[in-house]
């Protein structure tokens, strides 16, 4: 079975980092695009980042310079650093395999950037 | 970068109704074009990809069409299942891929 399981978030204080992991199964992160999609609290879906098959890399301008998406292939896991974080980066975040659409999904886990 | 309209932004139907949702490309993507469907506090499902393909799975009431700009999302038949929110989505050439703002779809 294809599958996304996020882990990570949590409440953390403006200019926090924290780690967002994202295991699959089912298929190999590395042979596929994977993306970052984030959702604030009762708002809609904003894609954040994403890493080709190539190791090529893309951020969303809200982003930039402060996140890094990355991947481990021996762990078939995904990953997003966040840094600086900032009180609009309050979201349910997700991972996703992208082939120009987004599937499956994980669960998401939520990021607080609260004081 | 590309932006997504989608109207309308909440509808109100009776079960068994036909259901119509547009969405809009600030740009021709092509069919480049794909629906969602998501439940409160569950992540997206992808319902349409490339403007009109159904996702395995996914009940046959739920069609889309479109192409360029403008494009269309149908339910034939409104199931109390089908209580969520819709979204668009564009994949044009190079990121970031955009989203619309939504449409929550609720039973009369």
């Known amino acids: 079975e294809v599958q996304l399981v996020e882990s990570g978030g949590g409440l953390i204080q403006p200019g926090g980092s924290l780690r967002l992991s994202c295991a699959a199964s089912?298929?190999?992160?590395?042979?596929?695009?994977m993306s970052w999609v984030r959702q604030a609290p009762g708002k809609g879906l904003e894609w954040v980042s994403v890493?080709?098959?190539?190791?090529?890399?893309y951020y969303a301008d809200s982003v930039k310079g402060r996140f890094t998406i990355s991947r481990d292939n021996s762990k078939n896991t995904l990953y997003l650093q966040m840094n600086s974080l900032r009180a609009e980066d309050t979201a349910v975040y997700y991972c996703?395999?992208?082939?120009?659409?987004?599937?499956?999904w994980g669960q998401g886990t939520l990021v607080t950037v609260s004081s | 970068d590309i932006q997504m309209t989608q109207s309308p932004s909440s509808l109100s139907a009776s079960v068994g109704d036909r259901v119509t949702i547009t969405c809009q490309a600030s740009?021709?993507?092509?069919?480049?074009l794909n629906w969602y469907q998501q439940k409160p506090g569950k992540a997206p499902k992808l319902l349409i990809y490339?403007?009109?393909n159904l996702e395995t799975g996914v009940p046959s009431r739920f069609s889309g069409s479109g192409s360029g700009t403008d494009f269309t999302f149908t339910i034939s038949s409104l199931q109390p299942e089908d209580i969520a929110t819709y979204y668009c989505?564009?994949?044009?050439?190079?990121?970031?891929?955009?989203f619309g703002p939504g449409t929550k779809v609720d039973i009369k």
């Open positions: 996703a395999r992208d082939k120009g659409w987004f599937d499956p």
């Open positions: 989505q564009q994949y044009d050439n190079l990121p970031p891929k955009t």
């Open positions: 740009q021709d993507i092509s069919n480049y």
């Open positions: 089912g298929f190999t992160v590395s042979s596929n695009y």
């Open positions: 490339d403007a009109s």
């Open positions: 890493i080709y098959s190539g190791g090529s890399t």
